[in-house]
Nanobody, 125 residues
Framework: QVQLVESGGGLVQAGGSLRLSCAAS????????MGWFRQAPGKEREFVTA????????DYADAVQGRFTISRDNAKNTVYLQMNSLKPEDKAVYYC??????????????????WGQGTQVTVPS
C-alpha cells in the first residue's frame, strides 16, 4: 500500500515563501511521475505541477510558472514544492500524488493512482 504524507503548509504573507514536502512509502518511488494539485474552497482540484521519474522533466500550470519549483530526491522518497512570491489566490489545500505506471509527466488528476491527505496553505489578502 502506497502512502503519501505532505508537510510544510502554513500561513504566509503575500510575497512570502513556503516549501512543501511529500514523503512516499510502500512503492519504488523512483519509478513514477509525481505531481502536486491544489483545491481552494468551492473550487475543483487543479493541477499545479508535475515531475517525471528522473527529475529532469517538469511541467507547471500557467498560474504558478516562474514562482513554484518542483523537485524530487529519489534517495529520500520525497518530492518537494518550493513556492515563492505567494499570492492570496494560492490559498488552497495542496495534495501530492503518485502517477500511473508508464506515464512520464501527468497533468490530469485521473492518471494519478495515489494521493496524500493534503496540507493547507493560507495567504491572507
Amino acid at each position: 500500500q502506497v502512502q503519501l504524507v505532505e508537510s510544510g503548509g502554513g500561513l504566509v504573507q503575500a510575497g512570502g515563501s513556503l516549501r512543501l514536502s511529500c514523503a512516499a512509502s510502500g512503492r519504488s518511488f523512483s519509478s513514477y511521475a509525481m505531481g502536486w494539485f491544489r483545491q481552494a474552497p468551492g473550487k475543483e482540484r487543479e493541477f499545479v505541477t508535475a515531475i517525471d521519474w528522473s527529475g529532469f522533466s517538469t511541467d507547471y500550470a500557467d498560474a504558478v510558472q516562474g514562482r513554484f519549483t518542483i523537485s524530487r530526491d529519489n534517495a529520500k522518497n520525497t518530492v518537494y514544492l518550493q513556492m515563492n512570491s505567494l499570492k492570496p489566490e494560492d490559498k488552497a489545500v495542496y495534495y501530492c500524488a503518485l502517477g500511473r505506471a508508464a506515464y512520464t509527466l501527468i497533468a490530469t488528476a485521473a492518471l494519478y493512482d495515489y494521493w496524500g491527505q493534503g496540507t493547507q496553505v493560507t495567504v491572507p489578502s
